[in-house]
């Protein structure tokens, strides 16, 4: 399987880890952005890993940091990764 990512992804994951340079440091930026590879490296061998949020829609989930949770949809041989979201963002506005 292959692993894509739409636009709101590549602007969410910019977006969370903008914030981690600006509150941290940037060895938690490399820390971050090293689990990201590792989830895509296993999410290709394991897409049905994560959690089913929407069984209607495909949407699944799983959980990158304590406070990043990825959504991401199977269709056919690939698995498109929708958006990261902040977990301490109001819960209303989770992908449904």
């Known amino acids: 399987m292959r692993v894509f990512f739409t636009k709101r992804a590549y ?20 820390a971050f ?7 895509l490296d296993i999410i290709e061998q394991f897409p ?9 829609k495909g949407l699944r989930s799983f959980l990158l940091t304590s406070q990043t949770r990825v959504f991401y949809r199977i269709k056919g041989n690939q698995i498109i990764i929708l958006t990261f979201f902040d977990t301490r963002k109001n819960p209303k506005k989770k992908p449904r």
């Open 33 to 39: 952005e090293q689990k990201t590879v590792d989830f």
């Open 48 to 56: 049905e890993m994560g959690i089913l949020e929407v069984p209607e």
């Open 11 to 30: 602007k969410s994951y910019s977006q969370i880890k903008d914030y981690i340079r600006q509150e941290w440091s940037e060895s938690v930026v490399l």
